[in-house]
């Protein structure tokens, strides 16, 4: 994020020595780029003075007691060709996949990135998508509810965007915001995506009442509190099951849907395989109201053999959806 907490120096900028030090140190598969993110584009933060514990402050790399702000844009570049040489300088440094996150609103930076990507051997590896629908417990309201598209309609114009740039097979696509239930889910995979986040719903599954009290500290679940009391309902012998129970049986679900459809797995879903509806009960297929040509997201045999030969791994080795 804006605030390189974990690999910053004392001003508050990106220090690659630091970047270094924490990736050797920990098991980490992956680093995300945040340019923004669906519940407050645009927005920095600021994390109040009284919530700086000194565990917190050591996590972060900041003065302990004092107020934090992550500002609403980056340091370390300001535009796409900087951006895809802090991409590519982490990628380096790291050997991991480093991608980007963002919500979507004007389509010139889309625009001019996928064009730059094509046009040079710089890339990101992933990209993930965050409708206005993210969620947040420090968020304006008038961002919340207003900012940024919505993931369907972000995902769908993304997507082409790549595609008319020869790109779409080259990025994995991650979707996120309100996509933890089975048929949002599918739809996203429908639309393009490789991948979606869930936050929300596991927040749901170990507890969250939505109490709306984030901001405050004082969770009544302990989820979202530093307060010893209150952190003592948060057993996480218990919730991690419960967790666990959730995940299985998104996947399950997305798996039994992908077979209503005629198709073995999530990723074999085309926009064809949706019809939208509208509030007189016309309706139109995925592909006509998001506007997909023809050969956009048209599975291929090697694809279905791809995955084919993957279900087959799996169930080889015992995976619990597999055989379901």
């Given at each position: 994020g804006t605030g390189?907490?974990?690999?910053?120096?004392?001003?508050?900028?990106?220090?690659?020595?630091?970047?270094?030090?924490?990736?050797?140190?920990?098991?980490?598969?992956?680093?995300?780029?945040?340019?923004?993110?669906?519940?407050?584009?645009?927005?920095?933060?600021?994390?109040?003075?009284?919530?700086?514990?000194?565990?917190?402050?050591?996590i972060r790399g900041i003065p302990v007691r004092k107020d934090c702000a992550s500002p609403a844009s980056h340091s370390a570049f300001n535009n796409v060709d900087g951006l895809l040489d802090f991409v590519e300088n982490l990628a380096a440094e790291s050997g991991l996949p480093v991608g980007i996150k963002s919500a979507v609103g004007q389509l010139e930076f889309w625009h001019e990135l996928a064009t730059t990507m094509a046009k040079s051997?710089?890339?990101v590896?992933?990209?993930?998508?965050?409708?206005?629908?993210?969620?947040t417990g420090a968020a304006p309201l008038v961002f919340s509810d207003h900012v940024a598209l919505p993931f369907?309609?972000?995902?769908?114009?993304?997507?082409?965007?790549?595609?008319?740039?020869?790109?779409?097979?080259?990025?994995?696509?991650?979707?996120?915001?309100?996509?933890g239930f089975p048929e949002t889910g599918l739809l996203a995979f429908a639309l393009g995506c490789d991948m979606i986040n869930v936050g929300r719903e596991a927040m749901l599954a170990i507890g969250c009442i939505q109490a709306q009290r984030c901001h405050t500290g004082h969770c009544p679940t302990g989820i979202a509190t530093q307060n010893k009391w209150l952190m003592s309902g948060l057993d996480p012998a218990s919730k991690s099951h419960r967790l666990a129970n959730y995940v299985v049986a998104?996947?399950?679900e997305l798996l039994q849907l992908s077979r209503a459809c005629g198709v073995e797995?999530?990723?074999?879903v085309t926009p064809d395989l949706f019809e939208i509806l509208d509030d007189h009960?016309?309706?139109?297929?995925?592909?006509?109201?998001?506007?997909?040509?023809?050969?956009?997201?048209?599975?291929?045999?090697?694809?279905?053999?791809?995955?084919a030969r993957l279900l087959q791994q799996h169930s080889e080795v015992g995976h619990p959806e597999a055989s379901k």
């Open positions: 390189y907490f974990g690999c910053r120096n004392a001003e508050g900028h990106f220090d690659l020595q630091r970047f270094r030090d924490v990736v050797a140190a920990n098991p980490i598969r992956a680093i995300e780029v945040k340019l923004s993110q669906g519940a407050k584009p645009g927005r920095g933060g600021l994390l109040p003075a009284a919530k700086v514990t000194p565990e917190i402050a050591k051997d710089r890339r590896d992933f990209i993930t998508i965050d409708g206005g629908e993210g969620g369907k309609v972000a995902i769908s114009r993304i997507y082409k965007i790549f595609a008319a740039n020869g790109l779409e097979q080259d990025v994995v696509f991650i979707g996120s915001g309100k996509l998104l996947r399950r797995h999530p990723a074999l009960f016309a309706g139109q297929s995925a592909r006509v109201c998001f506007d997909y040509p023809e050969p956009l997201r048209k599975i291929t045999g090697r694809q279905r053999e791809e995955i």
